[in-house]
């Protein structure tokens, strides 16, 4: 069983960056495949933001976040990340990574082993 552990959120201007951390334990993410981003703001749902194939990197984005946010993988330590730039106020919400079963997917029911979250918060 994959253990998530989301890492990196914080307060920042809108403009600025961050780059969110995602490291598993009791199972490495080659075991896996694939790794998804999605996060939830209040009183919303959760929804899609990227996802990586462990084996070659490879990367698709939800269309609110593409060309600012790109997501990355470090097999030696076994943890993704999520490099956020060009923030906007509406991108604060808490961050979630997961375990992805179906490529392609931006479904929630295709992800699971869902890591705590970490808060992201833009100010304007």
């Known amino acids: 069983q994959v253990q998530l552990v989301e890492s990196g959120g914080g307060l920042v201007q809108a403009g600025g960056s961050l780059r969110l951390s995602c490291a598993a334990s009791g199972r490495t993410f080659s075991f896996y495949g694939m790794v998804g981003w999605f996060r939830q703001a209040p009183g919303k749902e959760r929804e899609f933001v990227a996802a990586?194939?462990?084996?070659?990197?490879?990367?698709y984005y939800a269309d609110s976040v593409k060309g600012r946010f790109t997501s990355s993988r470090d097999n030696a330590k076994n943890t993704v990340y999520l490099q956020m730039n060009s923030l906007k106020p509406e991108d604060t919400a808490v961050y979630y990574c997961?375990?992805?079963?179906?490529?392609?997917?931006?479904?929630?029911?295709?992800?699971?082993?869902w890591g705590q979250g970490t808060q992201v918060t833009v100010s304007s």
């Open positions: 990586i194939r462990w084996g070659d990197g490879t990367t």
């Open positions: 997961a375990i992805g079963s179906r490529w392609g997917s931006r479904t929630r029911a295709d992800f699971g082993s």
